[in-house]
């Protein structure tokens, strides 16, 4: 028995659906948004991947972005924002994590690695203009603009350094964004050349910045990215380059500095005194002679009179009919403020923050606004820490070890063959002040007291190294005891076994003695 046999003992099922009349097809939409019609007849969205967007509205974007960046106030202090808040006064800093094979921290190696590294952070541009908190800030600060950040990593003597390596930060305008097809069986997409898998192989740079004039500016070099380090925010799958974190602000930001200026200078007319002469009736005028007028000297009789603040001229034979410029007046304040908080909103700050405004703000919604704030700094302090930070100390531990630059205090290098051993890390970025310091601090006491958080995490919270910490007030406490100081905070309190609190901490390490070596 076939399928329409069996429909029709169904209930003739086949029969009824052949039967009926045809039912009339409406082209419908599930979503609104995808609607056509007129009310969204001029909203044009293409189709093109992300990288065939980028190709071409990459260059202008930044050059605007830079624009910005140059001659915009608040554009400029979102630059100051980023750079404050990823990177901070002090900037991100190493803390070595180095264990023995029982697990107990292996101090002398850990030690001897942080030590290495803050002496290499003083020689790590191979131009020896900057240090490596002022390079993080450098590169963070060119991310609202440029959206992606290049630095190319130098080993062996051109270092310039006894580590034998070093930094040297490349503009990303050298990157050749026109160079899109095929070389050596690989595609090359804006300049950056990929596998297969879309994995990133090597750039295609300009031998000099494109811009800079001289015939060798325009030659390409390809560059292994073994050597280089790419640093951009990935937002859609096979992107290739870097978005400006200011592009979707830019045209509001744009034309908002234009308003203001605008406003600006109407304000400027305003409190001038601005208008027309009109010339009297000749019956108006008893005993002025016209040639008592002053003459332009173009020929058209016109008078001409200088204009000074807060006064004009009078003229026998003229009515001066002054031009009333309605700036400032009452919308200008709140225009401005709903624009920057569209701005803020797609920037993913707060507005109070970028326009220096707390009017109005009290105390539980600044909380709030800083505190999400705050979530958005972390994101991207763990994103630099991940595409720049790590790699960069991989690569110069590597280089260390190779030339015996990292020594413990007996003088003895830290040998290369246990160079897995020295890699655990961590990186512990700028904190911030608590924004309300006691019932935070409280409610931080509570949660370790009851057990559900260790005081290391409250120490990394305030950008403290635990140990280090405990190192510390242990040695104020000596001090204090020699000078015969009190410290309330430190005294021993019920259930507190202070003595043996003091006795782990300046106990000596001897398995990392024997572990490093």
Not at 199 to 221: E, I, K, M, Q, W
Not at 329 to 337: H, Y
Request: glycine share 10%; hydrophobic share 40%.
């Amino acid at each position: 028995m076939g399928w329409r046999d069996w429909f029709k003992r169904s209930g003739g099922l086949v029969e009824q659906a052949h039967d009926a009349p045809p039912m009339k097809k409406t082209a419908t939409r599930g979503f609104s948004a995808a609607q056509i019609n007129r009310l969204v007849g001029e909203w044009f969205a293409t189709e093109q991947s992300i990288n065939e967007e980028l190709r071409g509205d990459l260059q202008r974007l930044r050059a605007r972005g830079r624009d910005l960046v140059k001659n915009n106030d608040f554009a400029r202090k979102f630059v100051a924002m980023c750079e404050d808040n990823i990177i901070g006064s002090e900037g991100v800093r190493l803390q070595s994590r180095v264990q023995d094979q029982n697990g107990t921290a292996d101090k002398m190696a850990c030690d001897a690695i942080e030590r290495a590294w803050r002496e290499w952070q003083l020689v790590c541009d191979i131009a020896g203009k900057q240090s490596f908190s002022a390079m993080c800030r450098t590169l963070v600060g060119g991310l609202p603009s440029d959206g992606e950040f290049l630095v190319m990593m130098v080993k062996g003597e051109g270092a310039g350094n006894r580590f034998n390596f070093a930094l040297q930060i490349i503009d990303v305008d050298r990157i050749d964004t026109s160079f899109n097809g095929n070389y050596g069986g690989n595609t090359v997409i804006m300049g950056v050349e990929v596998d297969v898998y879309r994995r990133p192989l090597a750039l295609h740079l300009y031998a000099a910045h494109p811009s800079d004039g001289s015939r060798s500016s325009r030659d390409r070099v390809r560059i292994p990215m073994e050597r280089m380090i790419h640093g951009f925010k990935l937002e859609r799958a096979e992107q290739m380059r870097g978005i400006p974190w200011m592009a979707a602000g830019m045209v509001s930001l744009h034309h908002l500095g234009k308003f203001k200026l605008s406003a600006l200078l109407a304000a400027e007319h305003g409190a001038n005194h601005y208008g027309f002469f009109e010339k009297k009736d000749a019956a108006d005028v008893v005993g002025a002679p016209v040639s008592g007028l002053l003459d332009s000297g173009d020929g058209s009789g016109a008078p001409e009179i200088e204009s000074v603040p807060g006064m004009f001229d009078v003229l026998d034979q003229y009515t001066f009919k002054p031009f009333e410029s309605p700036y400032p007046n009452q919308v200008f304040a709140p225009f401005v403020k709903t624009t920057l908080q569209r701005i803020a909103s797609g920037w993913r700050i707060s507005y109070h923050s970028l326009a220096n405004d707390l009017e109005g703000v009290n105390f539980s919604s600044i909380r709030s606004g800083t505190i999400e704030e705050r979530d958005r700094w972390r994101v991207d302090q763990q994103w630099f820490v991940d595409v720049f930070c790590r790699p960069v100390f991989l690569a110069w531990l590597d280089m260390a070890l190779m030339s015996g630059q990292i020594k413990v205090a007996s003088g003895s290098p830290l040998p290369y063959s246990k160079k897995d051993k020295f890699v655990r890390h961590d990186w512990q970025p700028r904190t911030w002040e608590w924004v309300d310091p006691e019932k935070d601090i409280n409610a931080s006491v509570m949660a370790v007291n009851a057990g559900f958080l260790p005081p290391q995490d409250i120490a990394n919270a305030l950008g403290r190294d635990f140990e280090e910490t405990l190192t510390l007030i242990a040695e104020a406490k000596r001090m204090a005891t020699a000078l015969g100081i009190s410290l309330p905070a430190y005294d021993s309190k019920p259930g507190a076994n202070s003595g043996n609190a003091g006795a782990n901490v300046n106990a000596p390490d001897n398995g990392g003695t024997n572990g490093s070596q």
